[in-house]
């Protein structure tokens, strides 16, 4: 039972129902989810959070798909199941390539594409614990050719990825329909 329950659209404000559609239309889901939906209480929140999700998740240099990946590998390592079971979906619906997705569920340290390996294990280091980043840590990531703005946004989907999975825990949220199946 959800501690905080979803707010529908039927019985949502219009300012909540265009967060909403925004979400879904640009995520490519069918409806919103259950993580938008609990938010939708807060007009606020579910604005803040939709437009940390579009300008960190959706958009940037990095790939979304890698970026779904971080997400997935952060939310198992955490324990978040409703977060993980999402994000795997997205790396479905996305076309990640089956083997790296094995891997990721299986374990990190075995997907064989060593830059987004090394990516996907940084991100969960800084999710853990940031202030343990070391420098070799960053200049395992310029080895791979990635410049500063693309770790900024790594460290970034680790900040996003920690927030979210609060949300979703915190909150009890039932697991969405849509990604039934994706853990």
């Known amino acids: 039972m959800p501690h905080i329950s979803t707010l529908l659209p039927k019985e949502a404000s219009q300012e909540v129902n265009d967060v909403y559609d925004e979400f879904s239309r640009i995520m490519r889901f069918p409806s919103a989810p259950n993580f938008i939906m609990t938010q939708g209480h807060s007009p606020t929140v579910a604005r803040g959070t939709w437009e940390l999700v579009r300008n960190v998740l959706v958009t940037g240099q990095i790939s979304r798909w890698i970026k779904e990946m971080i997400f997935a590998a952060i939310s ?108």
Not at 103 to 132: E, G, H, N, W, Y
Not at 146 to 164: K, R
Not at 171 to 177: K, V
């Open 76 to 183: 198992k390592d955490r324990n978040c199941h409703y977060c993980a079971a999402a994000h795997l979906a997205c790396c479905r619906m996305l076309g990640v390539n089956p083997v790296h997705l094995e891997s990721l569920v299986r374990d990190v340290t075995s997907i064989t594409d060593t830059k987004l390996r090394d990516m996907i294990l940084f991100a969960v280091k800084c999710s853990r614990d940031p202030q343990s980043l070391i420098e070799a840590d960053f200049e395992q990531l310029r080895l791979h050719g990635l410049g500063q703005s693309e770790i900024v946004e790594i460290i970034s989907m680790s900040a996003l990825a920690v927030y979210a999975n609060i949300i979703a825990d915190a909150t009890g949220m039932d697991a969405d329909g849509m990604f039934a199946g994706a853990s």
